[in-house]
């Protein structure tokens, strides 16, 4: 059966809205091509190197989807919205300032509400446990009503050379990708999602996310360092502090995989050629250069007090001045439609990435993944 046509049929011609892995789940009852749960139950249980492939059958329905114009748009118009259960912590948030949810935590702070990525065992990594997590913090900062800006950075590491420390992230948790606990459907929940929801805002069931959302502006701070998907996600925010000495890299191509939408986005802060370079040649970005400072607005010595600083002075725009601005500079700089297409790409060629014998094989040559533990 035609994606298109059962996505049509799933979401009663696009006025339902399905997130991805729903959508998948849905789709394998009407589409024999798509894996259903107990396949993929079973998958999900071997390593990456004894994985049967089911998974590239979600990345080509997905891909068709995204490429039409129409179902596309409204599945990325889905991903947007707030998760089930984030209104009901945002209520609990307006009550207490502070949201501990595991793999993130959000907490008042003046005007900002701020939005810590916690993974300390793995420098901050990205991985199933925070994948949910990080979205749902995100959305309670967004429809935080006492916070005019929202600000994202990294909690303390356990790491014995980092023991202490906050880092920004260390990108997606090789380990845990070599041992098969992160599926295919991880990438593009976190890409459609909450690094999407970075970018545009909450989206509003009934109005085009170009034409309205809940957003405010975001301000990053890297510390240490932020790599593979949170140099990703620093192209997303609109104002980034970095501590000195700071640095971002994109190492996909030791990894194996697509950097997300780094492809779509990187070039517009530092140009085609050095985008090419730090996602094909590995090319390591320090934050305080020429390079790094087109994506780093400011380096500091102390980030408390630089967060704090940049917090007032940004806070006095509004959220509706904020707004307006971050949707015009989006029309011009990434339209939903292309941001759309790229999307259509990514899924395919993401699945094939994701279940290549390369993607092993750079992982034991380059993280030593088989002999490391959880």
Known sequence: MNPVAVYNELTERCTNFLRVDELCRLAAQKDPKVPGESALAEEAARPLNAKKGLERAQGAFVAEVLADPAAGTHLCHAMLLPLPESRERASEFERTGRLDLGGASVERMGKAAVVTMQNPRFLNAEDETTLRPLETAIDVA?????????VLRGGKVEHPRYAGRRLFGAGIN???????????????????GLVNKLYRGLALPNASPEVDSREKMWIGAIEGFAIGGHCQVVLTLDYVLAAERAYMTLPARKEGIIPGAANLRLDRFVGARTARQAVLAELRIECDSPQGRLVCDEIVSDMDSGLARTVERLAGAGIVSAAGNRRAFRISEEPLDSFRRYMSVYAREQAHCHLSPALIANLERNWNAATRRV
């Open 142 to 150: 967004l429809l935080d009503t006492k916070s005019e800006v929202c």
């Open 174 to 192: 090789l380990t845990h990708l070599y041992q098969g606990k992160i599926r295919y459907l991880w990438y593009l929940l976190r890409d459609l």
